[in-house]
């Protein structure tokens, strides 16, 4: 995320240019002469209050990115958070800037539970974790994130425990606060319902959820297609590190895979290496390399 989005620069002069001439010609058309005048004034007050609104995040995020990082912030996600303790120094300075970015953009709302500054900070390090390597990336998709007190069936309620996560077209992400925190948890298992479901949001900037990675080459979308079945036979049959969950529908194939990327990366690498090199080259990260450099071994 950047703090003025290139498109701020030329948005609001143009849409002010259309309000001011959408203004002087309707004024025109009601009024004459006269008409024109205030239809102009109105306009040139509405393009004003465009630019106010976006220079206003511009000024907000630059204010918002003149502090520091909060060092307890920073402690919690070095202790509960493996993937930003592998980043290198120059996407984790990223990462803090993005972060602090969402956490004061995105609502958070808690269904019947508290939202706490680490609930909020592990559904911002969940999305960034996708987006990190992606300076211009913005989450304009996303409408709100819900969180729920416990895992919930198709109707939203508690009456069993089908679901922990959810992703709507519309923008609006649900996760249940306790497999929230037990994807932080555990780096290791595969499992990771904030990425995700963030995962499937990605796919909301195209007018269909078909499993394939938005933004791809023609080619390398064919290439993921045909990746995607031979993937989804291994899954079926149980050779597959990668959680069974995506074995018979693209969209959760997808998804489940963005998981292990990020949970199990030297494994995936070794396993599934098409498949890795695939995300390593669509997210611009490359953590299996990073947990080389750690030392770690499988």
């Not at 993005?98 to 019947?112: K, L, Q």
């Not at 394939?212 to 590190?241: F, H």
């Not at 990327?261 to 030297?266: C, R």
């Amino acid at each position: 995320m950047k703090v003025e989005r290139d498109s701020d620069r030329w948005f609001a002069p143009a849409i002010g240019l259309v309000l001011i001439g959408a203004g002087t010609v309707l004024g025109a058309h009601v009024g004459a002469a006269p008409g024109a005048v205030v239809g102009g004034v109105a306009g040139v007050a509405g393009a004003f209050a465009l630019w106010r609104s976006l220079g206003g995040r511009s000024t907000r995020r630059r204010a918002l990115l003149a502090t520091p990082f909060p060092p307890r912030w920073r402690d919690f996600l070095f202790d509960n958070y493996d993937h930003y303790d592998r980043l290198p120094a120059d996407l984790r300075r990223r990462f803090d800037d993005d972060v602090r970015i969402f956490m004061s953009e995105t609502r958070v709302t808690g269904i019947e539970a508290k939202v706490t500054d680490e609930l909020r900070l592990l559904v911002a390090a969940s999305a960034v974790t996708l987006s990190v390597a992606w300076p211009d990336y913005e989450w304009d998709q996303l409408t709100e994130v819900l969180l729920y007190p416990h895992n919930f069936d198709r109707d939203y309620s508690f009456e069993s425990a089908e679901l922990a996560g959810q992703a709507h077209p519309w923008g609006t992400v649900i996760m249940s606060i306790p497999a929230l925190r037990h994807s932080f948890a555990d780096p290791d298992d595969a499992y990771h319902v904030g990425v995700h479901e963030f995962a499937h949001l990605l796919e909301k900037e195209q007018t269909r959820f078909d499993g394939i990675p938005p933004g791809l080459s023609p080619a390398r979308s064919q290439e993921w297609v045909e990746l995607m079945a031979t993937e989804m036979d291994r899954m079926r049959r149980g050779k597959s590190v990668i959680d069974d969950y995506g074995a018979y529908d693209p969209v959760e194939f997808l998804a489940v895979a963005v998981e292990a990327f990020f949970e199990s990366a030297l494994e995936l690498r070794r396993r599934h290496r098409q498949v890795y090199d695939i995300l390593a080259e669509y997210f611009r990260q490359d953590p299996a390399a990073w947990d080389d450099a750690r030392g770690l071994r499988l």
